[in-house]
């Protein structure tokens, strides 16, 4: 079995990424509906197959999240790879959502904790057999007036655990995924009290799982102000304050943290990244991107359902603008 640690370096090192495109159906029609597209297997399987094919993505990308339909779908213009097989030989490695989604907290009001526990070993054993070599776990912490509450926090932390070490046992690197959401008006000081929170507790309940920290990625979000926040804090506060949670909770042994984008634009995404890694160009870990909209949101728009090729440009640029910031060298 290839070391995790291995697999964890070839999905963040080297100045790659990850490309989220673990999108639900749902939220996948939420999507193309957005576009005017019909969301069919087909037109799912077209989209995909898009980002998947473009060429030369595997300088930027390291490693690709793909949802249960897609898993099992091929190319769709190169003799029907199965993807999996594709993104291999590619150097690319195959990743599979493995959460059930978010669903309420009984007990809370206005709380999420993260479901899909019950028979998972059984569907890691099944993805590894599919060849994926990942595996994500998202974790939803909203901040409201009275929210999130310590029983949300733990509830969540000791599920991404359980996870998390069921992943290893099965030979997948595990992506640990505590989002605290952007939504709300709260200030950047609040998400970060939240944000450092969530990652102490996570991290408490990842050591007491043995979970191996150098064979999993971390894939949080960025310290930031709210969608909504009347006060929008400067690129240079985010990578400061992100930075400071990141180094008072994330143990050096974790070998790679790949950020979500969370709803900021996909030029502040990329900024936010290229000035931590020109703040500091020694981080223990390697510090880059797990991103789903800021990677795709041009790519989506120009395929239009037909607009193939400039959608794959778009997507490239988008994927090389991040990966430049991993060396913290993007410019305009
Ligand atoms: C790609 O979107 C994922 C969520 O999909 P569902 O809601 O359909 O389950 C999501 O987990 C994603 O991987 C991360 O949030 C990162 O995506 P963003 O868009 O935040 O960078």
Known sequence: MT????????MTGSGKGILAADESTPTCTNRFNSIGVDSTPENRNEYRDLLITANGMEKYIGGVIMFDETIRQSTTCEN?????????????????????????LAG??????????????ERLNEYYELGARFAKWRAVIRIG???????????????????AALCQESGLVPIVEPEVLMNGTHTIDKCYDVTDKALKITFEQLIKQNVSLEGMVL??????????????????????MTLKCLKANVPSE??????????????????HLNAMNAQDDNLPWNLTFSYGRALQHDALNSWGGKNRQEAQKRFLQR??????????????
Do not use: W
């Open 80 to 104: 029907k790879i199965p993807f999996v097989e594709y993104l291999t030989k590619k150097g690319v490695v195959p990743g599979i959502k493995v959460d059930k989604g978010a669903k309420n």
């Open 219 to 240: 894939k949080p979000n960025m310290v930031i102000s709210a969608l909504d926040c009347a006060e929008k804090a400067s690129v240079e506060k985010v990578a400061d």
């Open 254 to 271: 974790v070998t790679g943290i790949a950020f979500l984008s969370g709803g900021q634009s996909s030029d502040d995404a990329t900024k």
């Open 108 to 121: 809370f009001e206005n709380e999420k904790v993260t479901e899909g526990l019950d028979g998972l070993r």
């Open 3 to 10: 070391n995790l640690k291995d697999i964890a370096f070839r």
């Open 145 to 163: 007036d009275n929210t999130p509450s310590l029983g949300c926090y733990e509830a969540n932390a000791h599920a991404l655990a359980r996870y």
């Open 319 to 332: 994927a090389k603008n991040n990966s430049l910031a991993c060396s913290g060298v993007f410019s305009n």
